[in-house]
């Protein structure tokens, strides 16, 4: 289960800037507006200090971390869903993704044109609210008339007709999907729409060098994480111990990466397990909450299907008794079963059959 984030913003806001820091990855960063054209995809490797901990351990033939996938598309404009600018037809390309990143620019460079004159992060982001609830609202009015018709054959499909209209209703107020009170059933009826709206939202406050460690206001009620895209494309030029000093002179303790992941994950409810072995030590990512049988099944179906029990052992008792073995000989080798609940961090062996 790789995460992967969608990229919006306006034009010229750092997207490509970012994405080409985050993914190391050529996409064209240029100082006019809509240089991006074709959408870009760049898979990333998830930062996680526990997997050289176990590695020295186990003396693994190779590390795999867990991987987050990166969309970045042309910006919006106002208008967009009339056509305006390139964006919209861009839009398509993320309603597959878990999550949006929206960049805001508060970077304050004169030689850097914004299009809408000068940034101001609330306007700038109502902006692209607007023009993503308008989007959904074309995809709602685009399937109507097809539920409607299904429905009149399928009875059991009038409950989906009539929430989708009053979701229509709700987002023709100005409203994001996401804040429209629904059950799960109903949440799980209205999936195949794709919703951008209803995709968990991260703020980038694309902020001057000088304040990527600054605490931001809210926007529309949720706080932007500062990233200087800048900063993260000078340091993927640097080896590993110039770019934690350079990080620290300005004033971090992680990358943009690291932060931007660790937010996707607390906002998407995500953590990771471990598996550890001769050939390899991997990270992998489960919703919080997720059964040892489920952890198990994100490895191969099969796991799943034939779960038997998982030989489990906490990160910190693996570090602290030198690893299975030892945590063997001290008991820390727990065998759980089919109800139990994964923790983060926890080193796992599953044990089925098919
Ligand atoms: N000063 C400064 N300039 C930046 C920063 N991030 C991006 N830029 C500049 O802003 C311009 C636009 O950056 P891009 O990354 O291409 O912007 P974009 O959002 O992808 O733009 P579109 O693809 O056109 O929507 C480039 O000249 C960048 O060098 C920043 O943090 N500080
Ligand atoms: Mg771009």
Known sequence: MALSIGIVGLPNVGKSTLFTALTRKGG????????TIEPNVGV??????????????????????????????????????????LGNQFLANIRETDAIA??????????????????????????????????????????????????????????????????????????RALNFTMTDEERALIYDLHLLTM?????????????????????????????????????????EDEAAEYLAMMGLEQSGLERLVRAAYRLLGLQSFFTAGEMEV???????????????????TDFERGFIKAETVSYNDY??????????AAGKLRQEGKDYVVQDGDVMHFKFNV
Not at 144 to 170: F, N
């Open 282 to 300: 991997r990270a992998w990512t489960i919703p919080i909450g997720a059964k040892a049988p489920q952890a198990a099944g994100v490895i191969h």
């Open 102 to 175: 929206e960049v805001v620019r508060y970077f304050s460079d004169a030689d850097v044109v914004h299009v809408e004159g000068a940034a101001d992060a609330e306007r700038d982001s109502e902006i692209i609210k607007t023009e993503l609830i308008l989007a959904d609202l074309g995809t709602i009015e685009r399937a109507l008339p097809r539920l409607e018709k299904e429905a009149r054959r399928d009875k059991a499909l009038a409950a989906k007709v009539e929430l989708v209209q009053r979701l229509q209703e709700w987002m023709n107020e100005g409203h």
């Open 319 to 328: 570090l602290e008794y030198g690893g299975e073995a030892g945590c063997r």
């Open 28 to 35: 064209l960063a240029a100082n006019y507006p809509f240089a």
């Open 199 to 239: 995709k968990p939202l991260l703020y980038v406050a694309n902020v001057d060098e000088d304040a990527a460690a600054a605490e931001l206001e809210p926007i529309d009620g949720v706080r932007p994480i500062p990233i200087s895209a800048k900063v993260e494309s000078e340091i993927i030029e640097m080896d």
């Open 44 to 85: 990333v490797e998830v930062p996680d200090a526990r997997l050289q901990k176990l590695a020295a351990i186990v003396h693994p033939g190779r590390i795999v971390p867990a991987t987050v996938e990166f969309v970045d598309i042309a910006g919006l404009v106002k208008g967009a869903n009339e056509g305006e600018g």
